[in-house]
C-alpha cells in the first residue's frame, strides 16, 4: 500500500532562516505531488504541484520555492521565512487520472517568530 | 474558489446518522465529488468521491441526486472520533480539487 511522510512534525524558525521541508512517497510510482499551507482557521491554499522530477508548478507568487529531485520525494524550501510564512504546510500524492483522490500526509506545523 | 456550499456547522448525536448536505449546482459532466475530513492538527484524510453513482465504502455512504447539484455524505453510525472538519470538493484530480472552508461536525454524547 501507499504511504507518505513529511517531516518534521512541527518547527519553530526565526525570521529570516532558511526552510527545508521534505515529503516522500512509497508503495507508488511517477505520483503527482503537492504542497499546501492551511494557516490558522484558514481552508487549504495549494501552493506547488509536480508531475514529474523537476518539473514543478507555482500556484501564488510567495516566499517559498519547492523542488523534485527524485520520483518519490518533494522539498519545500524558502531561503529567509517571513512571520507569514507560518502555517501547517501539508504534503499530497495523487495519481493522474479522473477521479483520482488526493492523500495528504501528517502535515508540519511551522513557526516562524 | 471553492465551488461547493456547505453549512458551517451541524451537531449530531452519538451512535446516530450523520448527514453531511453539499451543493454544487455548477458541477460540470466530467467534474467528481470528493469528500475529506479533518480531525484538528492532521491532514485532511480521504473518505469518499462518485462521479454520478451513490458510492458507500467501509466509512460512508455518498448519495449525489440525479441532477448532480447536490450531494450527502452519510456517516451511519457517528462517534466521537467522527467530530471533525468535513469538506465537499467538485473537480476532475489533483490541482483541479479546491479546499472550501468545510462544515465543522460535532458529535455529542
Known amino acids: 500500500s501507499q504511504t507518505i511522510h513529511q517531516w518534521p512534525a512541527t518547527l519553530v524558525q526565526p525570521v529570516g532562516s532558511p526552510l527545508s521541508l521534505e515529503c516522500t512517497v512509497e508503495?507508488?510510482?511517477?505520483?503527482?505531488l503537492y504542497w499546501y499551507r492551511q494557516a490558522a482557521g484558514r481552508g487549504l491554499q495549494l501552493l506547488f504541484y509536480s508531475v514529474g522530477i523537476g518539473q514543478i508548478s507555482s500556484e501564488v507568487p510567495q516566499n517559498l520555492s519547492a523542488s523534485r529531485p527524485q520520483d518519490r520525494q518533494f522539498i519545500l524550501s524558502s531561503k529567509k521565512l517571513l512571520l507569514s510564512d507560518s502555517g501547517f504546510y501539508l504534503c499530497?500524492?495523487?495519481?493522474?487520472?479522473?477521479?483520482?483522490?488526493?492523500?495528504f500526509g501528517n502535515g508540519t506545523r511551522l513557526t516562524v517568530t | 474558489d471553492a465551488k461547493t456550499t456547505q453549512p458551517t456547522s451541524m451537531d449530531c448525536a452519538e451512535g446516530r446518522a450523520a448527514n453531511l448536505p453539499c451543493n454544487h449546482s455548477?458541477?460540470?459532466?466530467?467534474?467528481?465529488v470528493y469528500w475529506y475530513r479533518q480531525i484538528h492538527s492532521q491532514g485532511p484524510q480521504y473518505i469518499i468521491h462518485?462521479?454520478?453513482n451513490n458510492e458507500t465504502n467501509e466509512m460512508a455512504s455518498l448519495i449525489i441526486t440525479e441532477d448532480r447539484k447536490s450531494s450527502t455524505l452519510i456517516l451511519p453510525h457517528a462517534t466521537l472520533r467522527d467530530t471533525a472538519v468535513y469538506y465537499c470538493i467538485v473537480g476532475e484530480y489533483g490541482n483541479k480539487l479546491v479546499f472550501g472552508a468545510g462544515t465543522i461536525l460535532r458529535v455529542k454524547s
Open positions: 508503495g507508488t510510482s511517477n505520483p503527482n
Open positions: 462518485g462521479l454520478k
Open positions: 499530497a500524492w495523487s495519481v493522474e487520472f479522473e477521479g483520482s483522490p488526493l492523500h
Open positions: 455548477t458541477i460540470s459532466g466530467n467534474e467528481y
